[in-house]
């Protein structure tokens, strides 16, 4: 199967080549090189051992051990108009950043020294503890998800936001023990659970949602059921809907105690054909709600599943999917090999992703994890761990302990000098 893989990945890149780019072959003692001027592929005894791409001056190689590693050669990603990603990021960054550009709500100085990411249940001493005793100083270094404060089943009524029972009185020890940073689960773009809504109250918040709907284009009006039943969709800028969603985050940061929201919500803001809604379409929408949140709730921070340019404009935290979500493993395996830290350069410096240990698919395997940590180290993710532990734990397979302490006790976070040069020693992105 490797074989097939390496050889039908070898003859894509062949294949993308001018017409006028035939290979010359290049006989050598156990097989052949086959050059063009935007590729090589190496050949030895029937197998692919080595690739190189010169659009992107990446290598491949094969080792007798039947692994794969990747290298990033010096001149790093190329466009076509010959000017390199992080050249590219740069001037991005220059224009959104300055007059001109686009507004970004001022993050709070500790959403700016986060360096890992863990996911928790309880509000509560012994789950504060859990941080604290094993991190003490360092504590603050850590986002702390939680994922279930919803009194309601996960993805469930969403008309109903109320936290469970006991999270007021546990987040209010928490801030006062000095606990590390928070952000509680909501989601804001989609509303299941609308058959359960039985009270006058409940069946006009899902009204709401349903008149934020976004309706596709060349659906005569109507709804498209991928949208209704799989995908994040409503339109954040339809005042109604925004309004009481922006009062249930104030109640949930100041009433509640959380230092921040993580919004569950997908990158995409569909294009709706109803044309603009309360003067905005889906981008500027979401971009308005991410600036109102941070503008009502000043010191708060926020997190969402996917950054991209309309969430960044509030948000401080990504997750990063990597490999295991849905994906087949020749897909997965692409996504190991052209990984790059392009996205959380033209993050930077207002947020970071971290990397989220998803195995959707319950394998729970050493090599699916490990495969996740090439990816978060070659995309420049901070670590995440289900529970933050200690080295003594780096052989738990869901957790790569040694990359959290390095990154907690360092203080570590990507960055993206002008000047950066990866040819010279010393140089990189982390600092």
Known sequence: MRETLWCFTALVLLCRQPASADPMVVPTERGVILRTPACEVEIRDGAVTRMYNALTREEYCSGRDDTVWRRQLPGGLATQTGEGAREAAARYRAWRDNPGGITIARRPDYALKISA?????????????????????????????????????????????????????????WNAAGGPPTISYIQPMIMLGSQSAKTDEAKQIVRWSQEAYTILPFRDGKSHWFMDHFMDHNHLGYDPWQRWFLDVLKDRIQNYGTRGIYHDQSYICPIDSRGPIDGMNSVQGMADYFLKVNAENPGSFHATEHLQEANLVGCSLGIGPLTLWGMEPAMRQQRIWHSSPVSAALQYPHAVTWHF???????????????????????????????????????????????????????????FPEDWDPASAGSGWMT
């Open 117 to 173: 990411g863990t996911q928790l249940i309880w509000a509560d001493e012994p789950t504060r503890k859990m941080v604290t005793d094993v991190w003490g100083s360092d504590s603050g270094r850590f986002a702390v998800c939680f994922p279930t404060v919803r009194r309601q089943p996960f993805d469930e009524n969403h008309w109903d936001n109320t936290p469970y029972e006991k999270f007021k009185a546990g987040m209010q020890e």
């Open 357 to 415: 240990t998803h195995d959707r698919e319950g394998n729970g395997t050493s090599v699916l994890m490990n495969w996740q940590s090439n990816m978060a180290e070659n995309r420049a993710h901070i670590p995440y761990s289900r529970n933050p532990r200690s080295p003594s734990d780096a052989a738990e397979t869901l957790v790569d302990a040694i990359r959290t302490e390095t990154f907690a006790r360092k203080e570590l976070r990507p960055v």
